[in-house]
């Protein structure tokens, strides 16, 4: 049985002008461990949006908070997991809006769900913060040709 390799760990701040950088280092680390271009596609919308949601919600618009990213690979499937240190959120109240309402926003969670094979949250080692969990099959559909 072969374990989770870690492809990257990185710290950046709860800024949206971190946004950038984090859809770079995800792209690029992908890419180097040849994922095909759709699946990179999906994964970086899917962590963009928790990222965003984690700046917004977690941290309260604050731009001094940290996350953490990490992606791991076991065979045919990439996990992502997201730390933050801000308060534990409730995660029951984590849920998309209704899709017929016409009004920016609230979509992160609906597009999250339907990107990733599965989204969890779950406890942290030290018991504070929050650590937001994802994870996507390499199917055959997404390999190249």
Same mark, same amino acid.
């Given at each position: @049985?072969?374990?989770?390799?870690?492809?990257?760990?990185?710290?950046? /701040?709860?800024?949206?002008?971190?946004?950038?950088? #984090? /859809?770079?280092? #995800?792209?690029?680390?992908?890419?180097?461990?040849?994922?095909? *271009?759709? +699946?990179?596609?999906? &994964?970086? %919308?899917?962590?963009?949006?928790?990222?965003?949601? #984690? @700046?917004?919600?977690?941290?309260?618009?604050?731009?001094?908070?940290? $996350? $953490?990213?990490? $992606?791991?690979?076991?065979?045919?499937?990439?996990?992502?997991? &997201?730390?933050?240190?801000?308060?534990?959120?409730?995660?029951?109240?984590?849920?998309? /809006?209704? %899709?017929?309402? &016409? /009004?920016?926003?609230?979509? *992160?969670?609906? +597009? @999250?769900?339907?990107?990733?094979?599965?989204?969890?949250? %779950?406890?942290?080692?030290? *018991?504070? *913060?929050?650590? &937001?969990? @994802?994870?996507?099959?390499?199917?055959?559909?997404?390999?190249?040709?």
């Amino acid at each position: @049985m072969h374990g989770n390799k870690l492809l990257v760990e990185t710290r950046f /701040r709860s800024d949206p002008d971190q946004l950038r950088n #984090i /859809r770079d280092t #995800i792209r690029a680390v992908l890419q180097k461990n040849n994922c095909p *271009g759709q +699946f990179i596609d999906d &994964l970086v %919308l899917a962590v963009n949006e928790a990222c965003a949601n #984690i @700046m917004q919600h977690a941290y309260k618009g604050k731009c001094t908070g940290e $996350i $953490i990213l990490a $992606i791991l690979r076991e065979q045919d499937e990439i996990t992502v997991r &997201l730390t933050d240190f801000a308060e534990p959120v409730d995660t029951s109240a984590c849920k998309s /809006r209704q %899709l017929d309402e &016409l /009004r920016p926003g609230g979509l *992160g969670v609906h +597009f @999250m769900n339907e990107l990733m094979d599965d989204v969890r949250f %779950l406890e942290t080692d030290a *018991g504070v *913060g929050n650590l &937001l969990q @994802m994870k996507k099959k390499i199917s055959t559909r997404h390999q190249k040709n």
